[in-house]
């Protein structure tokens, strides 16, 4: 059974970092490009990033760019999202999902995402 599980979430203050992981279990993600996506409450889910899965192509939102890096490392089977210099409105549960790749050097938010964790809550408040 295909699983991913994010951690890493909490509160932090305007400024401040986080680090989110996404870790699967049952499938390798070698073969998987990864999506951050985030929902705000009253808003709809909007994508943060994506990192393909050979993690030679990453693309941000403009929301993300110049703040957030998405790595990956295959042999721990994990991605990871850094946030930097955090905003209130960053705040929004974070989720992770993973989209087969038929193309390991490419990756787009508008991929197939079929299997999605159950997400983190992020909180940037003072």
């Known amino acids: 059974q295909l699983q991913l599980v994010e951690s890493g979430g909490g509160l932090v203050q305007p400024g401040g970092s986080l680090r989110l992981s996404c870790a699967a279990s049952?499938?390798?993600?070698?073969?998987?490009?990864i999506g951050w996506f985030r929902q705000a409450p009253g808003k709809e889910r909007e994508g943060v990033g994506c990192?393909?899965?050979?993690?030679?192509?990453?693309n941000y939102a403009d929301s993300a760019k110049d703040r957030f890096t998405i790595s990956r490392d295959n042999a721990k089977n994990t991605v990871y999202l850094q946030m930097n210099s955090l905003k209130p409105e960053d705040t929004a549960v974070y989720y992770c999902?993973?989209?087969?790749?038929?193309?390991?050097?490419?990756?787009?938010?508008?991929?197939?995402?079929?299997?999605w964790g159950q997400g983190t809550q992020v909180t940037v408040s003072s």
């Open positions: 999902a993973a989209a087969r790749s038929s193309i390991p050097w490419i990756c787009s938010l508008k991929a197939n995402f079929a299997s």
């Open positions: 049952g499938f390798t993600l070698d073969y998987y490009s």
């Open positions: 990192i393909s899965a050979s993690g030679s192509s990453i």
